[in-house]
């Protein structure tokens, strides 16, 4: 069975970092390229970035480029985001998520239980 | 950036009845070199994740009760549940996933009339 553990989430004051993790299990992860989605309380989901299988590429929303990074310990079957300079606006649950197919693009099939990123003083 | 825009934001249905969401994206997600329109349904149930239904506009995912189906190509899909169950309250998202940012829909909150 797939899992997505995420952990790291809680109240941090604006300006202020946070490391999100996602512990995989149930499947090949090195085989997935991994996915950050976000969903602040009652709006929409928003897609935040995507690693490849080897970590070697990464990709952003403009709203996070630059204070937001994405990595991966396949070792570990682990799964990171890092959050800096964090915003109010970055208030969100934010959930780990893998494509329903490893070697292209697909709907996301697979979902963590969301960690909560709280940015308020 | 690919907008995706649904349509309505919320839908009353019968027991039994046909719900129809709609969702329109601006600019094509069909990649012509396979002929794949990239787009998928989720239905979020409150306090959980979304869960995926529809993957390439039309094909049900597996364990997706039949009731469910896609449809549309290019820039126009549709959500259809045949006959509404009461289990069917939930909040449906449409999302491209044909070029980064994968994008989502506004969300059709859809209940029981």
């Known amino acids: 069975e797939v899992q997505l553990v995420e952990s790291g989430g809680g109240l941090v004051q604006p300006g202020g970092s946070l490391r999100l993790s996602c512990a995989a299990s149930?499947?090949?992860?090195?085989?997935?390229?991994m996915h950050w989605v976000r969903q602040a309380p009652g709006e929409r989901l928003v897609w935040v970035a995507r690693?490849?299988?080897?970590?070697?590429?990464?990709t952003y929303a403009d709203s996070v480029k630059g204070r937001f990074t994405i990595s991966r310990d396949n070792a570990k079957n682990t799964l990171y985001l890092q959050l800096n300079s964090l915003r109010a606006e970055d208030t969100a649950v934010y959930y780990c998520?893998?494509?329903?197919?490893?070697?292209?693009?697909?709907?996301?099939?697979?979902w963590g239980q969301g960690t909560m990123v709280t940015v308020s003083s | 950036d690919i907008v995706m825009t649904q349509s309505p934001d919320s839908l009353a249905v019968s027991l039994g009845e046909r719900a129809t969401i709609n969702c329109k994206s601006n600019?094509?997600?069909?990649?012509?070199?396979?002929?794949?329109?990239?787009l998928a349904w989720y239905q979020q149930k409150s306090g959980h994740p979304p869960k995926l239904v529809i993957s390439?506009?039309?094909t049900r995912v597996s364990g997706v009760p039949d009731r469910f189906s896609g449809s549309g190509s290019g820039t126009d899909f549709t959500l259809t549940i045949s006959s509404l169950q009461a289990e069917d309250v939930a909040v449906y998202y449409c999302?491209?996933?044909?070029?980064?940012?994968?994008?989502f829909g506004q969300g059709t909150k859809l209940e029981i009339k």
């Open positions: 600019e094509s997600v069909l990649y012509s070199s396979n002929n794949k329109n990239y």
């Open positions: 998520t893998r494509p329903r197919i490893s070697a292209i693009p697909d709907g996301f099939d697979s």
């Open positions: 149930g499947f090949t992860f090195s085989s997935y390229w």
């Open positions: 390439w506009a039309s």
């Open positions: 999302q491209q996933y044909y070029r980064p940012p994968y994008t």
């Open positions: 690693i490849s299988t080897d970590g070697s590429r990464t």
